[in-house]
């Protein structure tokens, strides 16, 4: 299998990443939009490709790693007109008032993890490691000094994943009264310092 990955996508696959993204963080985003095709419009429609990595096989994606800068990120097209447009406006407001709480400003010189997914068939085999990396090394050549990300307590693959490129835990949040609404009760804040890493440990 020859995977390829490619920084932005064009926008005609926007409802095929949408349907990778729902497959990977529907449960989190089912209380914001109980109902699956709305979900995937929703996300469809707002999606902006420049601040993501996808890997292709072939011709289909089947991976997606977002990022959030201080320009933009791959979700940011989320915002109140467009929910209230594409829902309503009670529900618009109530999936705005959800999606808020998974808000992550990135700080000064930071680059904030948007999201990686890897299609369900094509787990465990490197996929979300080369997705990464590109990440990592796009953050290095922009000058950002760390990658920050949040991973849920229930996903110690991910986290796994993150502790070997050289992720390191800094935070952990617990919410157990909040698990009602986004389906989990405590997340980690992970952190890759870039100054001190050198070049031969970053992938292209
Ligand atoms: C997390 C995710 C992106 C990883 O993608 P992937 O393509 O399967 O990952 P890789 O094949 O590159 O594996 C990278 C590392 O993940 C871990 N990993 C992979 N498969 C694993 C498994 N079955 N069990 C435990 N850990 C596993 C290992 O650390 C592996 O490194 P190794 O090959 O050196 O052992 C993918 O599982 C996914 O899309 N999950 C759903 C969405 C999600 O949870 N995103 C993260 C949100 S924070």
Redesign the pocket.
């Known amino acids: 299998m020859t995977i390829h990955i490619e920084k932005s996508w064009d926008i005609v696959d926007s409802t095929q990443v949408a349907e990778l993204y729902e497959q990977?963080?529907g449960s989190k985003f089912y209380r914001a939009i109980p109902d699956k095709a709305k979900r995937i419009r929703v996300l469809s429609e707002s999606f902006v490709p420049k601040y993501s990595f996808v890997a292709y096989s072939d011709k289909r994606i089947v991976?997606l790693s977002g990022f959030n800068i201080s320009a933009g990120s791959l979700t940011g097209g989320i915002e109140a007109t467009g929910l209230i447009n594409s829902l309503g406006l009670f529900s618009g407001l109530w999936a705005c008032l959800v999606f808020s709480l998974f808000e992550r400003k990135p700080e000064e010189g930071e680059l904030v993890?948007d999201?990686?997914?890897?299609n369900?068939d094509?787990?465990?085999?490197?996929?979300?490691?080369?997705?990464l990396d590109r990440i990592i090394t796009y953050a290095k050549d922009n000058g950002y000094d760390s990658v920050r990300?949040?991973?849920?307590d229930s996903?110690?693959?991910?986290k796994?994943?993150y502790e070997?490129k050289g992720f390191v835990a800094v935070k952990a949040d617990s919410f157990p009264y909040l698990k009602w609404l986004v389906g989990f009760s405590g997340a980690t804040t992970m952190k890759l310092e870039l100054k001190n890493m050198a070049d031969k440990e970053l992938a292209n």
Do not use: E, T, Y
Request: charged share 15%; glycine share 16%.
């Open positions: 990977a963080f991976g993890m999201g990686i997914a890897v369900s094509f787990r465990g085999q490197g996929i979300g490691s080369l997705l990300l949040d991973v849920i996903n110690p693959r991910a796994k994943l070997s």
